[in-house]
């Protein structure tokens, strides 16, 4: 115990004596999260559309109306002719014309899809807002038709649809990760470079004890990222916490120490400080963002990548954040993502201590 | 007078290359035992077998009475060592240095801090406590980290090149430490480049091509060879080394 006190102690003192690192440790979660949560935005809003009717009638003026108080679209009058918004649709200022047919009857709507998504969603808003245009103008009430068949739907967990909900807990798998990996992942390979290694192997310090008391500074920082984390979603974003805080923290302890754990693996394996931030950026941050669900969802993978999706911790952290701080689901839902990524820690930990030799060579 | 090292056809080969070629030496309690060789010569990976940081691939030996092979995490707590590169950490204070090996060789808190208080005033460095190690001058870190590596009270001492790149008048107050703790009982194994330093030990063994190719005290090895001095003996063993630096 003595000797894991006063391992900690020395720990510390190079975390707080480090003040670039330190500065950078805390201000990265701060700024990923604020430029994630701003800057990844599926919502479509702001659509651009311009409205051609040759022969304006009351339909076409009245749905024209629509469209101009709809708060998704924003209706470009400057534009007229069917030519003037095939330019104004190459040049990327326009994402959607609406030409009306009189004589056949039909609206033609052009969208530009160079994002499918957008796109898509777009041609959903304006048939929706035309069709219930069509229906109203009809005369006939609800009551009038036979069959009438309501379709009510209720968006549950996320009723405004706000992106935030998703990528909030994803960013705080990758950022989490990513810091903790990182910060560990030279510990071990700077004693090396240095030379003290080689007196602390001389000494009677057990590996098991190095790597646990490397842990301890690290897990205690990376805690004020996780509330400084939590205050931003919560305050800046507006995601709310439905779900209990401190099964919140806890399951996020579990992860970080996977992390911090997962970084001094890192460490006994790579010979420089520098192969380590790399080795840990890359094995973090490319599965962190493909297969954790975060922008691509898991159960559209093919299940090779699925399978590989297994062993992501982060797949497991988002997923188990997901249902405790969006859907507010309490601990009997996600016993299963907190006992993988338990077991994976202390797969870590286990890893990195045996791979910790006590000789040189 | 008792053995706290003894050591039989110790070799050590990495792939082709045998580094340390079977040395069979032993040094007695109390002793300052200087090794000596040429950059190369094993020396380095002769004292990590010894210290339990490096299997020996043949031979057998024991160190305060533990096997070297089986016996090496016992080892660790009977001896200290001082490696070739600078072992303090630069980044801590001098006492934070101090009270971190203290607490790793599991001495009591108590302890530690009259020991430390000692220990400042032995190397008139009270004024230096709160001093960053990173801020001392050579030669003061070269006695902070001797003074440390035997803070523990060891059996014995490893001390790899303690003096390389350290001032002529550093040095000879670096050695009046190593002969106060020799005569407090702590055996010093000690690797040196300065000849002049080998007069100081004991008893010498000279390192060739991993081989010991003489052993006895300074005086009798300047006889045996006809020298008058042991930078001469040196000369005169150097020049049949076969591998290049």
Request: net charge neutral; glycine share 8%.
């Amino acid at each position: 115990m003595k000797q894991f006190i006063a391992f900690v102690n020395k720990e510390f003192y190079h975390l707080v004596r480090d003040r670039r690192s330190m500065l950078i440790i805390l201000g990265i979660p701060v700024v990923q999260i604020l430029l994630f949560g701003f800057a990844i935005n599926t919502e479509v809003k702001d659509i651009r559309v311009a409205m051609h009717a040759p022969h304006p009638d009351a339909f076409s003026e009245g749905v024209t109306e629509r469209f101009r108080r709809n708060e998704f679209f924003n209706l470009r009058e400057d534009l007229h002719t069917p030519r003037e918004m095939e330019m104004a649709l190459q040049k990327g200022r326009l994402d959607m014309a609406v030409l009306f047919h009189p004589s056949e009857e039909s609206i033609q709507l052009i969208v530009n899809s160079a994002d499918p998504n957008r796109g898509s969603i777009a041609t959903t808003y304006a048939t929706a807002i035309i069709a219930g245009y069509q229906l109203e103008e009809s005369g006939v009430g609800m009551s009038q038709i036979p069959f009438a068949i309501e379709v009510e739907s209720r968006m549950i967990y996320n009723p405004g649809m706000e992106s935030a909900y998703m990528f909030v807990p994803g960013i705080m798998g990758l950022v989490l990760m990513l810091i903790c990996t990182m910060m560990t992942s030279v510990s071990i390979v700077r004693e090396k470079e240095r030379g003290t290694m080689e007196v602390l192997l001389a000494s009677p310090l057990k590996q098991g004890t190095m790597v646990i008391a490397k842990t301890i500074p690290y897990l205690l920082i990376s805690i004020i990222n996780l509330v400084s984390i939590l205050l931003l979603s919560y305050f800046v974003l507006n995601v709310p916490i439905r779900g209990s805080l401190i099964l919140l923290l806890g399951i996020s302890v579990i992860y970080i120490f996977l992390s911090l754990a997962f970084g001094l693996l890192i460490s006994t394996v790579v010979r420089s400080q520098i192969n380590a931030v790399i080795i840990s950026a890359i094995i973090v941050m490319l599965p962190g963002l493909m297969l954790s669900g975060m922008i691509f969802p898991i159960e559209n993978m093919p299940s090779i990548l699925q399978w590989v999706s297994d062993i992501v911790p982060a797949r497991w952290y988002t997923q188990a954040i997901k249902k405790v701080m969006i859907q507010g689901l309490g601990g009997a839902m996600v016993w299963k993502e907190t006992l993988i990524l338990t077991g994976m820690a202390l797969l870590l930990v286990v890893g990195s201590t045996l791979n910790l030799k006590p000789r040189l060579e | 007078m008792d053995k706290v090292i003894e050591v039989e056809g110790l070799t050590k080969r990495f792939g082709n290359f045998t580094a340390v070629d079977r040395i069979s030496f032993d040094v007695k309690r109390g002793e300052i035992f200087g090794f000596l060789g040429a950059n190369g010569a094993g020396k380095t990976t002769a004292i990590h077998m010894l210290c339990g940081l490096s299997k020996p691939t043949e031979g057998r030996g024991s160190v305060a009475g533990f096997d070297i092979t089986r016996e090496n995490e016992m080892i660790k707590q009977n001896i200290g060592y001082m490696s070739q590169k600078f072992s303090l950490y630069e980044d801590l204070r001098v006492w934070e240095n101090i009270r971190l090996f203290g607490g790793i060789y599991g001495l009591a808190d108590k302890v530690i801090a009259k020991k430390t208080e000692e220990l400042l005033e032995r190397l008139n460095f009270k004024s230096e406590r709160n001093t960053m190690v990173k801020a001392l001058p050579l030669g003061w870190k070269q006695k902070l980290a001797f003074s440390i590596a035997i803070f523990h009270e060891p059996e014995i001492v490893f001390l790899d090149e303690p003096t390389g790149g350290v001032d002529p008048a550093m040095r000879r107050q670096f050695w009046e430490m190593i002969y106060d703790a020799a005569e407090r009982g702590i055996t010093v194994f000690v690797t040196t480049h300065y000849m002049e330093e080998a007069e100081y030990c004991h008893r010498v063994s000279i390192m060739v091509d991993g081989r010991i190719d003489a052993l006895d005290s300074p005086r009798n090895l300047r006889e045996a060879y006809g020298a008058k001095s042991m930078d001469e003996v040196f000369q005169q063993l150097a020049r049949k080394a076969q591998r290049a630096d």
